[in-house]
């Protein structure tokens, strides 16, 4: 399993990105929440990826964050979401738009997304209030935690995702990044310092 992918962008052509990692061209389907986020061609970034795998093919979905990358997981459980519906749901609403129109049963907002009737909408609800409140989200959360690092550096984020990736948990990885001046350092960087001092 391709748990992520870090490289350089080579082209965008929503919701597809090339990502060249190694020398090879890895194409990824990602959300517009990540794409977004993806600036500039030929800058190195770090996706978090989840490989589809059915008799047609093999196909890579990117998320910019572990959190987009969880929720897609839950949302393709569902009975009738495969992942291009999770991928425009994800396209429509954030994280934490998600998490917060699931939580408060709001159908009407979740059917507003391309693919999404009144009747899966009610059927996500159902079946995600409590895969979603028992995911450890960074960002998003049906309660927030008021512990998490703030930072400028983007990079930070990536860090606490990527130790989450490698099995802590998420107050624990941030517990971690916050003994770091994190000021200017890449998320490699970030993460070596945190395992150091661990």
């Keep these: ?4 992918l870090n490289g350089k962008i080579i082209s965008k052509n929503p919701p597809e990105v ?8 890895y194409e990824v389907l990602c959300p517009m929440s990540t794409f977004y ?10 996706l978090f990826t989840h490989l589809s795998i059915k008799e047609d093919g093999h196909t890579l979905f990117g998320f910019i964050t572990k959190d987009e ?20 749901i994800l396209s429509n609403l ?3 738009s998600l998490v917060q129109c699931i939580s408060t049963e709001d159908a009407d ?11 899966t909408a009610l059927k996500l609800i159902v079946e995600l209030q409590d895969r979603l409140s028992k995911l450890e989200l960074i960002g998003s959360s049906l309660e927030p935690s ?12 990536q860090a606490i995702e990527a130790l989450q990736s490698l099995g802590f948990k998420a107050k624990e990885a941030n517990k971690m990044v916050l003994k770091i001046d994190d000021q200017d350092l890449s998320t490699e960087q970030i993460i070596r310092l945190a395992l150091q001092n661990k």
């Design 1 to 4: 399993m391709i748990g992520h």
């Design 18 to 25: 090339l990502l060249e990692v190694g020398g090879i061209g």
């Design 37 to 46: 986020q993806l600036d500039n061609l030929s800058e190195d970034v770090l």
């Design 69 to 88: 990358k969880n929720v897609f997981r839950e949302l393709i459980r569902v009975n009738g979401v495969g992942p291009k519906v999770a991928l425009a």
């Design 94 to 96: 954030s994280v934490n």
């Design 109 to 119: 907002l979740l059917a507003k997304t391309p693919g999404i009737g009144k009747k």
């Design 146 to 157: 008021k512990e998490l690092k703030q930072s400028s550096n983007p990079n930070t984020r």
